[in-house]
């Protein structure tokens, strides 16, 4: 599949945010900074792991160049309790200042901004969410912009004032890639909120979703060099014989089905931190033309009946074991007209490729 194709539905990261306002003023002004200093300090948990300690130093970096001021960072058993400070991260303070609040019930990346007292919390679902809080704050408060990876814009404010506010949000859209060279940076990417598998993003800003296969993948988890020979009915019917000749699998075959969902449990395990897994056709047509395969096809009235069907199947088998992870499959050449009954479940990702745009 050429590269273009990648590009298909997946929306730009820079409007990741775009619903949420912060400036909507409740009352009450947190003061962060007064003509060059400042009360507040930034608080971290005892142990942040490496993207809390990364957002509590952009958050430092971005405020000074607002301001000139350095707010410091330490650890939250450096810091009064009553002192006003900035709470970035999960912790236990967190916990006592909003025992209501359950981070890791908030859903993918999704972030809480809020101001409580004298304190801003700045905090979100790991891996990824704390740091989205702080660049969600930078630009819906302060005024921060960036434009590509080397340009930036930073207003300058010897009074930095934030409205009181309380915002909860989970972004729409799991996935998000823009599939452009400037966004393969990994600070910039982090700043658009983008986490998708080609940007490559390191674990210290958040890493990223990554893919166990990528598409293509009916060959490389069932390879005919393995199966072929003895199981020549795993694979595609043309023209009354089976061939793995520039084929694909045949989708009605339940021993074949349940060969591929133990590949796939296998690679999964072998890749704990991977998001998604790749069920998609192989690069080119030669569908299976069995009687079981066509007469599903019939019934739905395109060859994507017998792929759903086939993805939802091996989806509710990875789900047992991996409930986070996705399933997804290509609507792609001959697969791209929609079935006229089956849908795909919830842990199956449809990525539709118009490789001829």
Not at 26 to 44: C, E, H, K, P, S
Not at 312 to 319: F, I, K, M
């Amino acid at each position: 599949m050429r590269q273009t194709s990648w590009l298909f539905a997946w929306v730009l990261g820079s409007f990741f945010f775009s619903s949420v306002s912060l400036c909507d003023a409740l009352g009450g002004d947190l003061v962060l900074t007064t003509n060059g200093g400042t009360d507040y300090v930034i608080t971290l948990p005892d142990k942040p792991d490496p993207p809390v300690r990364t957002a509590a130093k952009e958050l430092q970096e971005h405020i000074r160049q607002v301001t000139g001021v350095t707010l410091p960072i330490r650890g939250q058993h450096d810091v009064l309790e009553e002192a006003a400070q900035i709470l970035v991260g999960p912790s236990s303070r967190l916990k006592r200042l909003m025992p209501q609040l359950d981070v890791d019930s908030l859903g993918h990346d999704g972030i809480v901004v809020k101001t409580v007292g004298n304190k801003l919390v700045l905090v979100g679902r790991p891996p990824r969410g704390t740091l989205y809080a702080v660049y969600t704050f930078l630009e819906d408060v302060v005024g921060c912009r960036w434009w590509t990876s080397t340009e930036s814009y930073a207003p300058k404010k010897a009074n930095l004032s934030i409205p009181e506010t309380d915002i909860r949000y989970v972004p729409a859209l799991r996935y998000r890639e823009a599939f452009y060279r400037d966004a393969f940076n990994s600070p910039f990417a982090a700043r658009l909120k983008l986490n998708g598998h080609h940007h490559r993003v390191p674990a210290e800003y958040g890493d990223h979703y990554r893919f166990v296969g990528f598409v293509h993948t009916f060959f490389p988890l069932i390879p005919p060099d393995k199966y072929f020979a003895d199981h020549p009915e795993w694979y595609s019917e043309i023209n009354g014989k089976r061939t793995a000749e520039r084929s694909q699998l045949c989708l009605t075959n339940d021993e074949m089905r349940r060969e591929l969902v133990k590949n796939v449990l296998q690679r999964l395990r072998a890749d704990p931190k991977a998001g998604f897994i790749s069920v998609s056709q192989n690069d080119w047509h030669r569908r299976c033309q069995c009687k079981k395969c066509l007469a599903i096809e019939q019934l739905e009235g395109a060859p994507s009946g017998p792929m759903i069907r086939f993805v939802n199947a091996v989806a509710e088998e990875v789900e047992k074991e991996f409930p986070d992870v996705l399933v997804e499959t290509l609507a792609y050449q001959y697969t791209r007209k929609p079935p006229k009954h089956v849908k795909p479940r919830h842990n199956v990702v449809v990525r539709l490729c118009s490789i001829e745009c």
